[in-house]
């Protein structure tokens, strides 16, 4: 059975530093992965996906994501954060399971921004 | 562009009465997924279906049915509510011919009193 990860229940950064968020995934073979972010009371977003080729992805609002299959891990990452990205993020796997594509998430990061 | 349109958006109800909740995926994606979301925790799950037949089921209670209709649209009724059905109930599509990428809906927020 496919399972995510995210060992940071909460992250606190200043505005202005550098981002990263962990995530670890188990699947039986080539995982689909993807990040969501979700801000209270709201829909989820998809920030970015990994399907194959270049295990660097880029997404939107400046974050990218690093696939390392050695260490079944899919980091998300931002140079420089803004008051704007505290929300709750999610690390999710898809993958065909012989009728669909269901997407088994994370227990989700809640991350913090200080002024 | 057109997103995944969910009613109503906020449900009260009380226990044991009935809901139904209704998702609307994007033009010409022919998958939709319903999660559910308790407070503080993951969306899990619920059932899926791919041109109007059930692709893939996971936690739904028995309580609970879905369908998706010709037009694509799905329902998800949900019977004999109970005080832990109050949760977010997201709807995602996707294409199949891009099968990977889920758009949610803004969610159902259904609260049983």
């Known amino acids: 059975a496919q399972s995510v990860t995210q060992p940071d229940i909460h992250i606190t950064v200043s505005e202005g530093a550098s981002l990263e968020l962990r995530c670890n995934y188990s699947y039986g073979a080539t995982p689909y992965l993807f990040w969501y972010v979700q801000s209270p009371g709201q829909g989820l977003q998809l920030l970015l996906k990994y399907f194959s080729g270049d295990t660097l992805v880029q997404g939107i609002k400046g974050f990218e994501a690093e696939f390392k299959r050695s260490q079944s891990s899919f980091n998300l990452r931002k140079p420089s954060v803004h008051w704007s990205d505290a929300a709750e993020y999610f690390c999710a796997v898809g993958g065909f399971t012989g009728g669909g594509n269901k997407l088994t998430f994370g227990t989700g990061t809640q991350l913090k921004v200080e002024l | 562009a057109a997103g995944v349109i969910q009613s109503p958006r906020h449900l009260i109800k009380e226990k044991r009465e009935t809901a139904t909740l209704k998702c609307y995926p994007i033009p010409r994606h022919d998958t939709v997924y319903w999660y559910q979301q308790g407070p503080g925790q993951d969306p899990q799950f619920l059932i899926s279906f791919y041109e109007k037949m059930q692709s893939d089921k996971g936690s739904i209670p028995d309580r609970f049915s879905a369908q998706q209709f010709s037009d694509y649209h799905s329902e998800l009724n949900m019977s004999s509510l109970e005080l832990g059905d109050s949760a977010l109930y997201f709807c995602?599509?996707?294409?199949?011919?891009?099968?990977?990428?889920?758009?949610f809906g803004p969610g159902t927020r259904l609260t049983v009193t």
């Open positions: 995602a599509s996707s294409f199949s011919g891009h099968n990977y990428e889920q758009y």
